[in-house]
């Protein structure tokens, strides 16, 4: 019920975002972009045991990254520096995501499968293959920023085989829209202009954060009730 709840803010706070990129009011986002991950990290918080297992720390890791780059990305057409430095704040949180994924992996006893590599390099090669002639300096961020969410899809990928369903998913399908969204960021600028790329960015890597979130909860546990005291226990069978 608590995830539900937290899931509604979410989206509603999701789509007034939205409204406001197609106002072109980006100034206001400064509050909507950053206000998404705090919603989940509450979320997070809010709906699982005390405590900082591994599997939620690296959770909350990653969507920490997240808001740091999504603070910094309001400042990245002021410098090489600030793109940089957004660039690095998303790079860690992918990392983090990857590890997570890798976290619930180990907790399931499921085994690494090199074959899950296969095709997360073909996506890498064949993208960094489109884009190389038109990136520039860009190249080795370019590189590295791709071989972490290779990493990223080749964890889930391996995920799927979960029994869990639900989880495997969220966490999949959760994966596949952060990819969905990463590509066309990097096609949007360094390949050829999308018509609506801001728009369908916001949602998709909005979704593909709130899916992951959801996956990997399900496996950290649900908050611990309050036990109730004797007396309380003697007053309801009373009432």
């Not at 370019?142 to 290779?150: D, L, M, N, R």
Request: hydrophobic letters at 55%; one cysteine or more.
């Amino acid at each position: 019920m608590k995830k539900r709840f937290w899931s509604l803010i979410f989206l509603t706070v999701l789509l007034c975002d939205g409204i406001l990129l197609l106002m072109n009011l980006g100034s206001y986002r400064i509050v909507t972009k950053p206000l998404l991950i705090i919603i989940l990290m509450l979320m997070v918080l809010n709906s699982t045991q005390p405590g900082l297992p591994p599997l939620k720390a690296w959770l909350l890791a990653a969507l920490g990254c997240s808001a740091v780059g999504e603070a910094l990305s309001f400042f990245a057409d002021q410098s090489r520096n600030h793109l940089m430095a957004a660039g690095g704040a998303y790079l860690l949180a992918h990392l983090c995501y990857g590890f997570c994924l890798n976290q619930l992996r180990m907790l399931k006893h499921i085994r690494f499968r090199v074959v899950a590599l296969v095709p997360a390099l073909t996506y890498y090669v064949c993208l960094i293959g489109l884009l190389w002639d038109n990136l520039g300096d860009m190249k080795i961020p370019v590189i590295i920023f791709g071989a972490a969410v290779s990493f990223m899809l080749a964890m889930a990928l391996i995920l799927a085989r979960l029994k869990n369903r639900r989880t495997a998913a969220f966490v999949f399908g959760g994966t596949l829209l952060f990819i969905t969204a990463d590509s066309l960021l990097v096609l949007d600028r360094y390949y050829h202009p999308l018509a609506g790329a801001g728009v369908w960015l916001t949602a998709i890597l909005g979704l593909a954060q709130l899916y992951l979130s959801l996956g990997v909860m399900n496996h950290i546990g649900p908050q611990a009730m309050p036990r109730k005291s004797a007396e309380a226990m003697r007053q309801e069978l009373l009432n």
